[in-house]
C-alpha cells in the first residue's frame, strides 16, 4: 500500500479518483486509512469513488477515518462509498459519516452502498439521516442496503 500512499501524494492537481478493492479481503481499517489519509492532502478533488465491497477486514473503523482525514476537501462534490457485504460494518460507522456529511456542504451527489451489511440497524440509518438532512445542495442521492 505504500506505494500508491507515495503515488497518490504527487498527485496534487487531481480532480476525480476512482479506486476500487472489491474482494481484496486482506485489506484492513489500516490500509484504508492509509488511503484517505493521501486523499487528504489532494484539495482540488471533487470526486471521490472507493468501492471496499466484499472485504471482510474492514469495519465502522474505516468510516471513522472518512470523518476525519476527508474534512480538509472542502470542495468536494460526489462522493461514492461501496461497503456491500462488508460483514463488520455497524452503526458507529454510519455515526461516524453523518458527522462527516453534516461538514461537507459543497456535496452535490451522494452515493452509500452497504448492501448486505446485516450489523446496520435502525440507529444507524436514523444517525445518517441526520448527516444527509443538512446538506442543500444535495442535487443525486442513492443509497443501498438491501439485503
Same mark, same amino acid.
Given at each position: ?6 503515488? $497518490?501524494?504527487? *498527485?496534487? =492537481? +487531481?480532480?476525480?479518483?476512482? &479506486?476500487? %478493492?472489491? #474482494? !481484496?479481503? /486482506?485489506?484492513? @481499517? ?39 482525514? $476527508?474534512?480538509? *476537501?472542502? =470542495? +468536494?462534490?460526489?462522493?461514492? &462509498?461501496? %461497503?456491500? #457485504? !462488508?460483514? /463488520?460494518?455497524? @452503526? ?34 436514523k444517525g445518517l439521516s441526520e448527516g $444527509?438532512?443538512? *446538506?442543500? =445542495? +444535495?442535487?443525486?442521492?442513492? &443509497?443501498? %442496503?438491501?439485503?
Amino acid at each position: 500500500m505504500k506505494n500508491l500512499s507515495e503515488c $497518490l501524494q504527487s *498527485l496534487t =492537481s +487531481l480532480k476525480v479518483i476512482g &479506486l476500487n %478493492f472489491c #474482494r !481484496c479481503h /486482506e485489506i484492513t @481499517d489500516s490500509g484504508f486509512k492509509q488511503i484517505t489519509q493521501c486523499l487528504s492532502i489532494i484539495p482540488s478533488l471533487l470526486s471521490i469513488d472507493l468501492d471496499f465491497s466484499e472485504c471482510r477486514q474492514i469495519t465502522e473503523e474505516s468510516l471513522r477515518y472518512v470523518r476525519e482525514d $476527508l474534512k480538509k *476537501l472542502t =470542495s +468536494l462534490h460526489t462522493l461514492s &462509498l461501496n %461497503f456491500a #457485504r !462488508c460483514s /463488520e460494518m455497524k @452503526d458507529d460507522g454510519l455515526q461516524n459519516l453523518s458527522k462527516r456529511l453534516k461538514k461537507s456542504t459543497s456535496l452535490t451527489s451522494v452515493s452509500l452502498n452497504f448492501q448486505g451489511c446485516e450489523n446496520i440497524t435502525d440507529e444507524g440509518l436514523k444517525g445518517l439521516s441526520e448527516g $444527509l438532512e443538512v *446538506l442543500t =445542495s +444535495l442535487k443525486n442521492i442513492d &443509497l443501498n %442496503f438491501a439485503w
